[in-house]
């Protein structure tokens, strides 16, 4: 059961917005929506496809902490190896129904230290 009161908007779903919503899901907040403007999942993975587009940090590095990899296929992958692995993460943690795709998030947020947190006008 998820945590009551609270309904959660992230922005994105490459590896830092499909992070935020399995680290969501479990501190037991479930009430959480991914918006990515786009038509897919991966963000930077889903979006670089040049020849040659590789990860260059070793990629026991370059994965969730809490869902390693034991199937990659070389120490650098390159972009299909990883925008599969983001696209198996959503699968195994049942973000898909999440994701509002097409949708542009239009406010960001920002805290000033002092300063009341609000919209840009
Ligand atoms: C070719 C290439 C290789 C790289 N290799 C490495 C590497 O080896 N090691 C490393 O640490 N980093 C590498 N990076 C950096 C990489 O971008 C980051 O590691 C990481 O993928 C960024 O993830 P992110 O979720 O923060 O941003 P992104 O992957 O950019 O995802 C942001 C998502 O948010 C969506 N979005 C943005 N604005 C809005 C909005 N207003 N409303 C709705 N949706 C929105 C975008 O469509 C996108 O899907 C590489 C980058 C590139 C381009």
Redesign the pocket.
Known sequence: MGKPGFRIGI???????LCAAIRLQRAGFEDFTI????AGIG????D?TYPG?A???PSNL?SFSFEPNPEWTRMYPQQPEVHAYLLRVVEKYGLRGKIRFG???ACSMRARPSRSTRCPA
């Open positions: 922005v994105g779903s490459g590896f830092a917005g918006f990515e403007r786009a963000g930077t993975w889903r670089n587009c990860c260059d940090i370059y949708w542009r998030s």
